[in-house]
């Protein structure tokens, strides 16, 4: 019994000082995060009270002495007045109303088309670039590292200007058109991924008498299913939260990440707080990239590969 009592304890993980101190401060970092949310969900259940009385002190933390529904109150009053956009009948730019209905639309859209032809695109020019060993595909990849490295501080107004001169200016289809570049960070997760994948399983299904095309749809796609989704739902999450693209590219259609940020920066008026209206808003604009990442959370989280090559 000692001996197996012996090889059990040596079995066991040992924690090092410098594991329990980081530990310690995930630990920390963690319930800073959870106690920002806490105070942000309390905050949207309180009514708006006297200017300053809302602050990040031990008081905000209690629960709402009154419980108010402020989430009605957003959904009539979260709206941008005197939008202008190009009427089709006149020809001539006319100033409507967007709704919170109408920018949840115009979010879905844009957020949407933008990660889809952005992942798209990456993942097919990475698995061009990582099974065709060519001279091109050296220089595509060479390119994605150069542009990744050169700053991009200061190249906002050619990307207006050219946007205006091949018509993509102020239409959700032409940031689809914009965001289908193959540059980017996850241009490169596929790539490692597909360098990953066995050449085995190409070649069994060419002696099939499969062509590339089929290989790439019927065969590689297919195994690297759970990376794509994933990358299409981290694309998805941050077009959803993108407030500044639309500000620039999209005035005439503008989304909840937008609306949001008009919301934030509104004055205080009648000397009042408006802290837990902006709480609600947040949550609503926040509550849509949740329930998508529960639904999916399953799937993204299994595994990469399954199955194999029989012989």
């Known amino acids: 019994m000692s001996v197996k009592r012996k090889i059990r304890d040596e079995s066991k993980p040992r924690l090092s000082a410098l594991t329990i101190v980081l530990l310690v ?3 920390i970092y963690c319930l800073s995060f959870l106690g920002l949310v806490f105070w942000g969900v309390m905050t949207a259940f309180k009514q708006n009270n006297i200017l300053g009385y809302e602050k990040l002190t031990p008081l905000a933390y209690k629960l709402p002495e009154k419980w108010v529904w402020n989430f009605t109150n957003v959904f009539k009053n979260f709206t941008i007045k005197g939008v202008n956009y190009p009427d089709e009948m006149s020809g001539s730019m006319a100033a409507r109303d967007v709704t919170m209905g109408m920018m949840f639309l115009y979010s879905f859209l844009y957020a949407f088309g933008c990660a889809l032809a952005s992942t798209i695109t990456q993942c097919f020019t990475a698995y061009c670039c990582a099974r065709f ?7 595509i990849y060479t390119t994605v590292i150069i542009v990744m490295i050169i700053p991009i501080v200061g190249n906002l107004p050619s990307q207006i200007q050219m946007s205006k001169t091949f018509g993509l200016f102020n239409h959700i289809w032409g940031l689809w058109i914009m965001k289908a570049n193959f540059c980017g960070m996850y241009f490169l997760v596929f790539y490692a991924m597909f360098k990953g994948i066995p050449a085995a399983y190409a070649e069994a299904a060419k002696i099939d008498g499969a062509n590339s095309f089929s290989v790439l749809f019927r065969i590689i796609l297919p195994v690297a299913k759970n990376t794509v989704f994933t990358v299409l739902l981290i694309n998805f999450i941050a077009f959803w939260n993108d407030y500044q693209t639309p500000l620039k590219f999209m005035q005439s259609y503008p989304t909840l990440a ?4 008009r919301t934030i920066h509104i004055a205080n008026t009648n000397g009042m707080d408006r802290t837990p ?3 609600a808003s947040a949550i609503m604009v926040l509550t849509p990239t949740v329930i998508v990442f529960l639904v999916f959370q399953k799937r993204l989280m299994g595994n990469l590969t399954v199955g194999g090559i029989k012989g």
Do not use: E, H, T, W
């Open 258 to 261: 937008y609306g949001l940020y």
């Open 277 to 279: 209206y902006r709480m």
């Open 25 to 27: 401060i995930l630990i």
């Open 133 to 139: 060993d060519y001279k091109f595909s050296k220089i």
